[in-house]
């Protein structure tokens, strides 16, 4: 098999870790949703999740105010407001209202649910070491709320530059995980 260079730069394309996600927040009065697909899973129990946000994002100044947030879990049929909210700020745009979205009232954070996600993980920030140098927030996920109407939820997964793939067959191999 003949392999060619790949980019340094698009490394990320080929590892990206899971689902494309929305992240809400809520600061002074105002909520926000920032889209994200830099995350990872870093602890089982308690679930703890590792993510980059940028801080020139609106939502880096909530989160890093108030210390809390709600990572909501979207479906492909969500896809074009998941980019859309990616592709314009907080700073200037109510995106709950320009993408039609409903706010749902969390039961442990301030910031709110999107209700039309599969699933949504209320936090808590639990490690702010690595924040000032890369911009990588580790959350605790403290409730955790999911739609068990949707049987086969097809999540959305960034490849970079407008590319998406979504997820599709289930397979079941032996495992000793519990």
């Given at each position: 098999m003949?392999?060619?260079?790949f980019?340094?730069s698009?490394?990320?394309?080929?590892?990206?870790p899971?689902?494309?996600?929305m992240?809400t927040?809520?600061?002074k009065?105002?909520?926000?949703?920032?889209?994200m697909?830099?995350?990872?899973?870093i602890e089982?129990e308690p679930?703890?999740?590792?993510?980059v946000?940028?801080n020139?994002?609106?939502?880096f100044?909530?989160?890093?105010?108030t210390?809390?947030?709600v990572i909501?879990?979207?479906?492909v049929?969500l896809?074009?407001?998941?980019v859309?909210?990616g592709?314009?700020s907080?700073?200037k745009?109510?995106k709950?209202?320009?993408?039609n979205l409903t706010p749902?009232?969390a039961?442990?954070v301030?910031a709110?649910?999107?209700?039309?996600?599969y699933?949504n993980?209320?936090?808590k920030?639990?490690d702010?070491?690595?924040?000032?140098?890369?911009?990588f927030?580790i959350?605790e996920?403290?409730t955790?709320?999911?739609d068990?109407?949707?049987?086969?939820p097809?999540t959305i997964h960034?490849?970079g530059?407008?590319?998406f793939?979504?997820?599709?067959e289930?397979?079941?191999?032996?495992s000793?995980m519990?």
């Amino acid at each position: 098999m003949l392999k060619t260079p790949f980019p340094l730069s698009e490394v990320y394309r080929l590892l990206e870790p899971g689902p494309v996600v929305m992240v809400t927040t809520a600061c002074k009065g105002r909520t926000n949703i920032m889209t994200m697909s830099w995350h990872t899973m870093i602890e089982f129990e308690p679930p703890l999740v590792g993510c980059v946000i940028s801080n020139r994002n609106y939502s880096f100044g909530n989160l890093e105010s108030t210390g809390e947030c709600v990572i909501n879990i979207p479906t492909v049929d969500l896809a074009k407001k998941v980019v859309g909210c990616g592709n314009c700020s907080g700073r200037k745009v109510d995106k709950f209202k320009k993408y039609n979205l409903t706010p749902v009232s969390a039961s442990c954070v301030k910031a709110p649910l999107i209700d039309e996600c599969y699933a949504n993980l209320e936090c808590k920030i639990v490690d702010r070491k690595l924040v000032a140098k890369y911009n990588f927030f580790i959350l605790e996920a403290i409730t955790a709320w999911i739609d068990k109407s949707q049987k086969n939820p097809q999540t959305i997964h960034h490849q970079g530059k407008g590319t998406f793939r979504v997820d599709g067959e289930t397979i079941k191999l032996p495992s000793k995980m519990k």
